[in-house]
Each structure stands twice: as C-alpha cells, then as structure tokens.
C-alpha cells in the first residue's frame, strides 16, 4: 500500500491497481488536486441530497454513512450526526484492507459522539485534520487519536506553501502528542511492519 497527499484532505492509495481517493479540492485554493483514474471517491461533505454510490466511468464515488463493498474491498460511512445539517452532512470513513484498517475523519469540527467513537476501533492509520479552525482543534484531535490509539497519525488540512485559505501549521498537535513528526514524500505499508508498531507514530506527509 502508498499513500500520496496533496494537501488538504486528499489522499491517493494505491494497492496494487486498486486507487481510492479522498475529499478532492478546487485547484482555487491554489494547490494541484490528484488526478487520474480511481476505483473509489471518497467525499467526506456533501451537500443534500445525494446517492450513496454515485458510479461513472472514472469509479465509484461514495458520499455518505452505508456500508459498501468495492472490488473486494469493505468501506464503511460513519455519519457525524452533530455536525450535519439542512444544508449539509459530514461522514467518517473506514477502509478495510488486507495490508491496514484506514480511518479518514474527513471534515470533522467536533469531538465525535459516542455513537461515532464506538465504530473508530482497530485502526492502524488514522487521518486527522491539523491545521485548527473551521475543522476540530489541535488539542482535541490529540485527545482523540489517544483514545482511538492507531499504529500511526497523519494529518491533514494543515498550512503548507500555496494553499489560498489560512491554516495553522502542526506545532501544537505535534506538542500536544508528545511525538516526534517523521517527514516523508509518501506512506509505504506493509503489513507486518504494522504489526512491528508498539506506540503511535505521527507520519506528516509533503505535497
């Protein structure tokens, strides 16, 4: 498994030919988004309302809570209830893999409700907002990735060189953690490498 970010909230993993993408941006915020083919979008947003698997010719693209199940692969939407409106719901999701169990929070601004936080169990790699406001603060995503106690934390949504809104950098959660960040260009997975793992590692990935 390799994980390439692009900033923001997303990613591109690739295991073997299978692609899966998460929360595509406008290249107005001034970064360059991910392009290409993919089997599976995730979008972690969207407004209402919207089918749960919307398929095309590029992929399948899964927008909201469910439970799905793509080229072998089981994904499941978690609904952040609280957070969602009218206007809009957010969704966790949870990837299951043969190499590692991925957790993307997505646009989450809150601590997660119990509901939510009893499904966030046996992840190896979470993805965490980093970068403060509009998404959930530093300090509590710290709180939270010790409860949740994944084999590794890489975050997201921070301030990197170009991005067109304003965003903190990932000093406090760093802090907050109490661990070293490991600079990389991308995110290797084995999985007995995982299984290697006794404490969470922070992975901070570049653009």
């Known amino acids: ?58 992929g399948a693209t899964l927008i909201g809570p469910g439970e799905y199940e793509i080229k072998g692969f089981d994904i499941k939407g978690i609904p952040l209830v609280k957070e969602s409106s009218i206007n809009f719901f957010k969704t966790i999701y949870l990837v299951k893999t043969e190499d590692a169990n991925l957790c993307f ?20 790699v979470l993805f965490v907002p980093a970068g403060g406001k509009p998404f959930i603060s530093q300090e ?7 409860q949740i106690n994944p084999k590794i934390v890489v975050p997201m949504f921070f301030k990197v060189p170009g991005l067109k809104r ?17 600079i990389e260009e991308k995110l290797t997975i084995k999985k007995k490498d995982l299984s290697e793992i006794r404490s969470t590692r922070l992975i901070q990935l570049k653009i």
């Not at 509590?140 to 010790?146: G, I, R, Y």
């Not at 304003?166 to 070293?180: M, P, S, V, Y």
């Open 105 to 124: 929070l997505g646009h989450i601004a809150e601590y997660p409700d119990e509901d939510a936080l009893g499904e966030l169990k046996s992840i190896d």
């Open 140 to 146: 509590l995503v710290a709180k939270l990735v010790k």
């Open 1 to 58: 498994m390799v994980i390439n970010w692009y900033g923001e909230g997303c990613f591109k993993v690739q295991i073997g030919d299978f692609t899966l993408v998460s929360d595509p941006f406008d290249s107005k915020l001034g970064l360059n988004p991910a392009r290409g083919k993919f089997d599976v979008l995730l979008k972690s947003i969207s407004a209402w309302p919207a089918p749960e698997v919307d398929k095309n010719e590029e």
């Open 166 to 182: 304003k965003a903190e950098d990932t000093k406090e959660l760093i802090d907050e953690l109490g661990l070293k960040a490991e």
